[in-house]
């Protein structure tokens, strides 16, 4: 069974940076697309960035590209997100998500696990 637990949330002001980890175990890490979706309070599951198990192929929302970036270190069984230019409507519990083999556009249906989340709080 694929366990997956992000970390790295906080408090951070309008206009700063944070990284996301996503650190997974239990399954073959290189074989699996990675996701990242946010929820913000009231709102839908909301679908950012994923990444292919092979390749290195990324793809983005509208709404975050130029701003996040998905990458992944597959010796560190870990996959990112590093947020650039952070702003108030950013603010949401942050998932890492992933399917086993897949591409980047198995997302956002594709998913067969999911993390617990982390919260990320942007003030203004």
């Known amino acids: 069974q694929v366990q997956l637990v992000e970390s790295g949330g906080g408090l951070v002001q309008a206009g700063g940076s944070l990284r996301l980890s996503c650190a997974a175990s239990?399954?073959?890490?290189?074989?699996?697309?990675m996701a990242w979706f946010r929820q913000a309070p009231g709102k839908e599951r909301e679908f950012l960035a994923a990444?292919?198990?092979?390749?290195?192929?990324?793809r983005s929302q509208d709404s975050v590209k130029g701003r996040f970036t998905i990458f992944r270190d597959n010796a560190k069984n870990t996959v990112y997100l590093q947020m650039n230019s952070l702003k108030p409507e950013d603010t949401a519990v942050y998932y890492c998500a992933g399917t086993p083999y897949g591409n980047i556009w198995s997302f956002p249906d594709g998913v067969n696990y999911w993390g617990k989340g982390t919260l990320v709080t942007v003030s203004s």
């Open positions: 239990g399954g073959t890490f290189s074989r699996y697309s």
């Open positions: 990444i292919s198990w092979v390749g290195g192929s990324t």
